[in-house]
């Protein structure tokens, strides 16, 4: 049976992510990389040019169809739910990007834990190797995802694209010709 759940800063994160329209994809790219966040948050995406992107999404889409388990939840978009249990999915292809990727299966486990009042898990399910990472939705985590939140709000309040340098993310990044990292 799960917990109750109760955390200080409940009421203000739903506050926030109601009124900035945050979803999981927010906190991935924020963990990875300002600039990228900052590009979301303006809604400025050059994914649908990219070939690599649209071959990849494609794939997603026809492979990987979310289960009926999420349908009707406005606003979150994990792959799959087991609302007995409290347990939620989210798939990734490979296993990078660990912490981006936990962020994001994390924060549809905090939503849900807040609109329920239950200690609900997560679980990163990995495509490539059929394995799934439990991400703890424990004091740490819910911090990071809190001061996530804080500093997506001042991402979206800047008004210049933030200064980026070249990491490893770039040479897969739709934004790579647009930074100069191509
Ligand atoms: S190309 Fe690199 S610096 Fe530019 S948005 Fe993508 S990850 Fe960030």
Redesign the pocket.
């Known amino acids: 049976m799960p917990e109750a759940f109760f955390w200080e800063h409940a009421q203000a994160f739903l506050e926030r992510v109601e009124r900035l329209n945050l979803h999981g994809l927010h906190f991935q790219h924020v963990e ?5 966040a900052w ?1 979301y948050m303006h809604k400025v995406n050059f994914a649908q040019w990219y070939s690599r992107v649209q071959t990849g999404s494609a794939l997603h889409d026809t492979s990987y169809q979310r289960d009926h388990s999420v349908r009707g939840l406005f606003g979150l978009a994990p792959d799959r739910i087991e609302w007995d249990e409290c347990i939620v999915y989210e798939n990734k292809g490979t296993g990078g990007a660990v912490e981006a990727s936990s962020n994001q299966t994390a924060f549809y486990a905090l939503m849900l834990s807040i609109s329920t009042g239950k200690q609900w898990r997560a679980y990163t399910h990995v495509l490539s190797s059929r394995r799934r990472r439990e991400v703890v939705l424990d004091a740490a985590r819910l911090q990071k995802l809190w001061d996530a939140s804080g500093r997506l709000e001042q991402l979206g309040e800047l008004e210049a694209v933030p200064v ?4 490893s ?2 040479e897969t ?7 100069g ?2």
Do not use: T, W
């Open positions: 990875l990389c300002e600039r990228r590009m980026a340098k070249k990491i993310l770039c990044c739709s934004l790579a010709a647009f930074c990292f191509d």
